[in-house]
């Protein structure tokens, strides 16, 4: 059996990402929260965390701290499900914590999940990162469940199929007019001589596009780096540069400046899927079924 004391200064440690933090969350002393740590680890006869400038877990304790969270989020049903039978009145907030994609964050995440969280009192926790490492968090235990590229499962998980996100390389019409060759059609010469706007340093989606369609391998061109949606979208509206907009943001553009397709018709499909927990405590499988009822409605199936 374990230690709840000890589970709980691990969970703080992590969370807090140091003794002393952990140790003021819990109103511990900083000796507790370490003794508690180093009995846990004796017991279990390895590391479960690396010390340093910046305390991490290892492979052990990221799989621990799996554990506990789920131990924690089984509980909280638990109480939920006696509060209603004892009839003790409303039933107490609940967090889950996802990782998502800043597109699917900006478009169909909420709008599918709100009903849920609105009727069963559910916070939501989301970390978001690029949809090629938003499995790192699942990985690490941060979270319960991610929208993710990845489509093999995960050590304990399960990956379930989400749908397409359909992504157009855009830019203002006077960027567009000025990447045209003689033809009237995109030069791509001309296009890589013009900066692109890209989210953050993970983004890899001009590359596929430029990969996917002329066949050109990580080109070099000149980059701005925006990572909020509104910022990114502005920038490229603009004139700054071109990027890559899903159709699902496009469509909400309604009486915006028109952005307009560099290469009509082209396209980078994105196939996105939602990897969880294999076991799921009541609130997060509701989250699951609720993440894909809302992906069949908004995504390419």
Avoid at 286 to 294: D, Y
Wanted: proline residues 4%.
């Amino acid at each position: 059996m374990f230690d709840a004391r000890q589970l709980d200064a691990l969970a703080a440690v992590a969370e807090q990402g140091s003794f002393l933090a952990a140790a003021q969350s819990l109103n511990v002393t900083l000796a507790a929260v370490s003794l508690r740590i180093k009995s846990l680890e004796q017991a279990l006869g390895q590391r479960l965390l690396v010390r340093g400038k910046s305390v991490r877990a290892t492979a052990a304790g990221q799989a621990l701290l799996t554990h506990v969270r789920q131990v924690r989020l089984m509980e909280s049903d638990l109480l939920k499900s006696l509060n209603r039978g004892g009839g003790g009145g409303e039933d107490p907030w609940q967090t889950l914590s996802v990782a998502i994609n800043a597109d699917s964050m900006a478009t169909w995440f909420l709008p599918g999940v709100a009903p849920l969280l609105a009727a069963h009192r559910l916070l939501v926790d989301i970390v978001i990162d690029d949809q090629d490492h938003t499995h790192d968090a699942l990985k690490s235990g941060d979270v319960l469940g991610c929208v993710t590229t990845l489509a093999q499962p995960m050590r304990g998980c399960v990956a379930e199929p989400l749908g397409v996100m359909r992504y157009r390389c855009v830019g203002s019409a006077g960027l567009v007019a000025s990447v045209q060759g003689e033809g009237g059609g995109l030069s791509v010469h001309r296009l890589l001589a013009q900066p692109a706007v890209i989210f953050n340093r993970k983004d890899g989606l001009q590359d596929a596009f430029l990969l996917q369609h002329f066949g050109l391998r990580q080109p070099a061109y000149p980059r701005h780096f925006a990572p909020a949606v509104d910022g990114f979208e502005k920038a490229i509206e603009l004139g700054l540069g071109w990027g890559m907009v899903p159709d699902q943001q496009l469509a909400l553009r309604q009486g915006m400046p028109e952005l307009k397709e560099l290469l009509p018709g082209a396209s980078v499909d994105v196939t996105l899927y939602w990897q969880h927990w294999e076991r799921e405590a009541p609130s997060a499988r509701r989250l699951t079924e609720a993440v894909k009822a809302a992906a069949a409605q908004y995504l390419i199936q």
